[in-house]
């Protein structure tokens, strides 16, 4: 079976995974993780971001500076389009290259934007993770060192809920990690 695993930034996507794992033996499929390796080697992936927003996006070892990214794709959407749609492709060819390596396992895909990037058509079930906007700040702030405005900002800047459940199969409201990763397994063995 293959899951999916989406929402916005700071709702606990990564712990429920990391739960399925652990509980379930689900080989996670991380979408930042897989990026995050991309954009350190030199790969055609870091190549088409340099020659999108040039040599400056590079920090002074070579290599891609994040924040500095990060500063540019949430604060103008159409920078976010043009990342997307390399990002998109490169990380889908990644997921598709670790489904077919373990074909027959139980696989979870961890991905902020698994409906946005078409990823969901790969997936079994979907499930939408939700949490308070109070939550989800206090998270990322503590995972990526940003300030409360750089979050809200962030926040901002992904699609809204209604967008995503249209094509999720399930909403799991995650205020509580063991409920969240029981609602969750309750689903999947239910299909």
Aim: glycine fraction near 6%.
């Amino acid at each position: 079976m293959i899951i999916g695993i989406t929402g916005k930034s700071g709702t606990g996507k990564s712990s429920i995974c990391e739960e399925l794992e652990k509980r379930k033996g689900f080989l996670v499929v991380d979408a930042d993780k897989i990026v995050k390796e991309l954009q350190s080697k030199k790969s055609d992936y870091l190549q088409q971001i340099v020659d999108i927003f040039g040599e400056d996006i590079l920090n002074e070892k070579g290599e891609l500076d994040r924040k500095k990214l990060a500063n540019i794709i949430f604060n103008d959407k159409a920078e976010k389009e043009k990342i997307d749609e390399v990002t998109f492709k490169h990380i889908g060819y990644e997921i598709l290259k670790k489904i077919n390596e373990n074909e027959g396992k139980d696989i979870v895909i961890d991905a902020p934007l698994l409906i946005e990037a078409g990823y969901n058509e790969f997936c079994d079930l979907v499930f939408y993770i939700k949490a308070d906007e109070k939550t989800q700040i206090e998270r990322i702030c503590k995972r990526d060192n940003i300030d409360e405005k750089a979050a809200k900002t962030r926040l901002s800047a992904q699609n809204d809920e209604k967008y995503s459940m249209k094509f999720a199969d399930y909403a799991i409201v995650n205020d509580n990690l063991e409920k969240a990763v029981d609602e969750i397994l309750e689903k999947i063995d239910n299909v």
